[in-house]
């Protein structure tokens, strides 16, 4: 166990915001991380549980303790006739965990390639990107329970996935630290999916006819590099709204008043809707204040500039969620974490 004092996390949350912790704890294993929750005195000021910062608004310093999840490791649990059941621990990079699946060739999570952040933040917020997501091939993961320091088991209908959602956002939110995660990977042949934003236009134009899932995910790099800005360059966290589910009603009619407005299936009775398109309708494209501002090419993309603050980017959001709701009657929720 590490432990630091008066602590900068700019260097742990890719919005790049100074933010200090009073304490910064990392553990790397789970005995580790048990000892912590069942004997450490700075576990009653735990404010914070952090993997790789980047689905997280730091909007001021944090006065208390930050535990950091670096638990590291992949093996393979079972190894099955069409597929395999991979373990990866929390800590593990996501984009590393996905690159090691294909160059063993098993497939299925090749879509989700450099989505940013750790192997156990993953379910939280099921994370997904062109046509997938982590519930497709989500077999279980292990979990300490904070309270108790008991490990504890969720099978993936126990995780109550959702768009963006997983019981760790609702009735188990700040409960448990999750520290192990199962895939289900497929074994060739595998089924590719390239039907989902510009996937098969990018293999089209690169001449590929049957994609292998190193193809795929080639594709969706390219495509992820040249739509997103990357937070080594510019401070960021992706997406920094959900694309609200409306109902169908309010949906229809306004199509009719805006014909170009982006509209997608969502569940019985509702349909998605393009936050990105209502940000740039009602002018943020590109604005800034200060270090704050909305990128230039991806409106539902927040930047750091440099030296913004949390509380800046909020404000920002704030401003952002009350013109488009004036305008639209849609009122935006984050997708990023407010800490
Ligand atoms: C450029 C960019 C592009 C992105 N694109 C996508 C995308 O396409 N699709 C997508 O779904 N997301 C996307 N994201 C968001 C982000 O990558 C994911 O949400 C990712 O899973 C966050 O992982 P993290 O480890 O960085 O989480 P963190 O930011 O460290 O944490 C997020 C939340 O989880 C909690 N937490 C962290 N670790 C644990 C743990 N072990 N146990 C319990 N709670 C924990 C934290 O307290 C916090 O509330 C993008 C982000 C960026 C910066």
């Known amino acids: 166990m590490k432990l630091s004092t008066n602590f900068s996390l700019k ?7 100074a933010a200090v912790a009073n304490h910064f704890v990392e553990v790397e294993t789970q005995n580790e991380l048990i000892e912590f929750l069942k004997n450490s005195p700075l576990k009653k000021d735990l404010k914070l549980v952090l993997g790789g ?5 730091l909007t001021k310093n944090i006065d208390g303790t930050v535990l950091h999840v670096n638990l590291q490791g992949v093996c393979i649990k079972e190894d ?3 597929y395999v059941i991979v ?4 800590g ?7 690159l090691w699946a294909i160059a063993n060739n098993f497939g299925g999570i090749e879509n989700l390639s450099l989505i940013p952040g750790n192997v156990g933040t993953a379910p939280i917020q099921n994370i997904g990107a062109y046509g997938v997501e982590l519930k497709d091939v989500f077999y279980s993961l292990d979990a300490v329970e904070i309270d108790t ?3 504890v088991s969720f099978t993936n209908n126990e995780c109550n996935f959702g768009y963006r959602e997983s019981v760790f956002k609702n009735e188990a939110k700040g409960k448990f630290i999750i520290t192990a995660v199962r895939l289900k990977l497929s074994k060739p042949p595998h089924q590719t999916q390239i039907n989902y934003g510009a996937i098969a236009q990018e293999l089209a134009n690169k001449s590929v006819k049957n994609p292998t899932i190193k193809d795929v995910s080639e594709a ?3 495509i992820r590099k040249s739509k997103l800005p990357d937070p080594a360059e510019i ?3 992706g997406s920094f709204f959900k694309n609200p589910i409306v109902a169908e009603e309010l949906a229809n009619k306004l199509s009719e008043q805006f014909p170009d407005m982006p509209v997608y299936p969502a569940t019985k009775g509702h349909k998605k809707i393009a936050a990105g398109w209502l940000i740039e309708q009602t002018g943020w494209k590109g604005y800034r204040k200060g270090d704050a501002g909305v990128h230039k090419n991806q409106a539902l993309v927040l930047v750091n500039y440099g030296e913004a603050t949390g509380e800046e980017i909020l404000l920002l959001a704030n401003t952002i969620i009350d013109s488009v709701d004036k305008k639209f009657g849609i009122k935006l929720i984050a997708e990023v974490n407010l800490i």
Do not use: P, Q, R
Request: cysteine-free; glycine content about 12%; aromatic content about 6%.
């Open 11 to 17: 260097k742990h949350n890719t919005f790049g915001l």
């Open 92 to 98: 593990e990079n996501w984009h590393k965990l996905v």
């Open 149 to 151: 320091g008991k490990i």
């Open 235 to 237: 401070g960021n966290s």
């Open 53 to 57: 910062g980047s689905n997280m608004l």
């Open 220 to 222: 969706v790099i390219d």
């Open 87 to 90: 373990e990866a621990n929390a």
């Open 80 to 82: 099955a006739k069409n």
